[in-house]
């Protein structure tokens, strides 16, 4: 079958099954079979698919249907301009963290800082900080050791490993050095409203990652608790939060010493990070 009507075809078929995205959905997996970029499938509009494409197509198809998201159909998300592995063991690279990383790399631009990443999933915040940051270290934690795998073969795509190491440990039983920069992505989700989430979030995605106990601060407090005894002098400490959950998480911030730098919104102008610096040590 042509290039052309197998795409048009596939996404009619993701149209009827009230895929919003069904056309971008179809020309990112079917490029990802080809080895070839997104852009480049009009310059192969008439090119023949040949049989084990098309079976490999089908079957991705199949599974986007049923809601699984594109990138763990292709096995990777773009995310700070690098393609990321990731698996149903992490959480998919959100772009609005990107504005989070954006202001860290702008505020220790040329300085050479010790980050720690808690709840590291992917290694993307970690390993992209660090992608620009050239003579600084980091160290991402994670509670699963699935995630700190994906996290490793990340790191070495990236060539990345003699600068950032990536282990499975629990926030509240972690107490190793000191850190320049801690940057966090916690759960965050109440775990009422976990049920609330769409079936490619619901259905896919680590649910572990995702709840954050009743209110959805229960991680939140213990990464701020946690912080304000590993973080240094003039260090900051960057962590996502989710909708409504600013006012709490800043009167938190202030309990346990930190003062708030600034913060960050999303396209909603609802406030997605906080970036805070530790102001009373014991």
Sequence with gaps: MILENTIKQASQILKNNNINSHELDAELILSNLMGIKKE???????????????????????????????????????FWSQNFIVSQATLIPRPETELMIYKLIKFFKNKKINILDVGTGSGCILLSILKELNSSRGTGIDISSKAIKMAKINSEKLNLTYRANFKVFDINKFDINKYDL????????????????????????????????????????KVIYKASNLIKRSGLLAIEIGYGQYRKASNLLYQYGFKEICKEYDNNRNVRCIISTKIKFL
Excluded: C, M, Q, W
Excluded at 48 to 74: G, L
């Design 182 to 221: 801690i940057v966090s992505n916690p759960p965050y989700i109440p775990t009422r409203d976990i049920k609330n989430l769409s079936k490619d979030i619901i259905n896919y995605e680590p649910l572990i990652a995702l709840n954050g106990g009743h209110d959805g601060l229960r991680l939140i407090k």
């Design 40 to 78: 480049s499938l009009i310059l192969n509009n008439f090119k023949n698919i040949s049989n084990n494409i098309k079976y490999k197509y089908d079957s991705a198809i199949r599974r986007r249907i049923k809601r699984e998201p594109v990138a763990y159909i292709i096995g990777k998300k773009e």
